[in-house]
T-cell receptor, first 111, second 114 residues
Framework: QKEVEQDPGPLSVPEGAIVSLNCTYS??????FMWYRQYSRKGPELLMY????GNKEDGRFTAQVDKSSKYISLFIRDSQPSDSATYLC???????????FGQGTELSVKP | GAGVSQTPSNKVTEKGKYVELRCDPI?????LYWYRQSLGQGPEFLIY????????DSGLPNDRFFAVRPEGSVSTLKIQRTERGDSAVYLC????????????FGSGTRLTVV
């Protein structure tokens, strides 16, 4: 069993839809939770970063962490075709250490 | 530079050959990370440098893989006796050493072993 599980999709939604992306994890020692976006043939770029449990909002993006359930989510409101990419969840035990990534979910937003 | 630079962007090599992959981090970033990403998978951690020293090399798959960062800036990932299973995109990332500003990734080196 992988430490971090993520549904690979692909996920296809119409423009303007609300998108929900999720990851589960097995190690309760994870303290830092991130969502990265990766366009084709590019490196991942940080979207959201959360420490411990709670919600964080940034524009159209909301990240949620539920440590009791070992479950994290990313919501995208009013999705746009430019949001089409692979979304990767990532977790870390400590500041500055290695990141453990999920498999990535491929998202396509159709105009 | 403005971002993390990785060279070459593509590398095709024959099975059994030696390859070097280079990473130029963002100026001033003290931490540097190497990851490997296979098709359809998330990046997999290989090694992490803080300054010149390897702080965590637990992800290196075997002794054919080695990385250096002699002056605390540029890093080179070295793979000996390449195998077809080494084919992947090798990503480099750098940071100031914490997660608050995230890790900045390069676009990677796509390695193909034939």
């Amino acid at each position: 069993q992988k430490e971090v599980e993520q549904d690979p999709g692909p996920l296809s939604v119409p423009e303007g839809a609300i998108v929900s992306l999720n990851c589960t994890y097995s190690n309760s020692a994870f303290q830092y939770f991130m969502w990265y976006r990766q366009y084709s043939r590019k490196g991942p770029e940080l979207l959201m970063y959360t420490y411990s449990s709670g919600n964080k909002e940034d524009g159209r993006f909301t990240a949620q962490v539920d440590k009791s359930s070992k479950y994290i989510s990313l919501f995208i409101r009013d999705s746009q075709p430019s949001d089409s990419a692979t979304y990767l969840c990532a977790m870390s035990y400590n500041q500055g250490g290695k990141l453990i990534f999920g498999q990535g979910t491929e998202l396509s937003v159709k105009p | 530079g403005a971002g993390v630079s990785q060279t070459p962007s593509n590398k095709v090599t024959e099975k059994g050959k030696y390859v070097e992959l280079r990473c130029d981090p963002i100026s001033g970033h003290t931490a540097l990370y190497w990851y490997r990403q296979s098709l359809g998978q998330g990046p997999e951690f290989l090694i992490y440098f803080q300054g010149t020293g390897a702080a965590d090399d637990s992800g290196l798959p075997n002794d054919r893989f080695f990385a250096v960062r002699p002056e605390g800036s540029v890093s080179t990932l070295k793979i000996q006796r390449t195998e077809r299973g080494d084919s992947a995109v090798y990503l480099c990332a750098s940071s100031f050493g914490g997660l608050d500003y995230g890790y900045t990734f390069g676009s990677g080196t796509r390695l193909t072993v034939v």
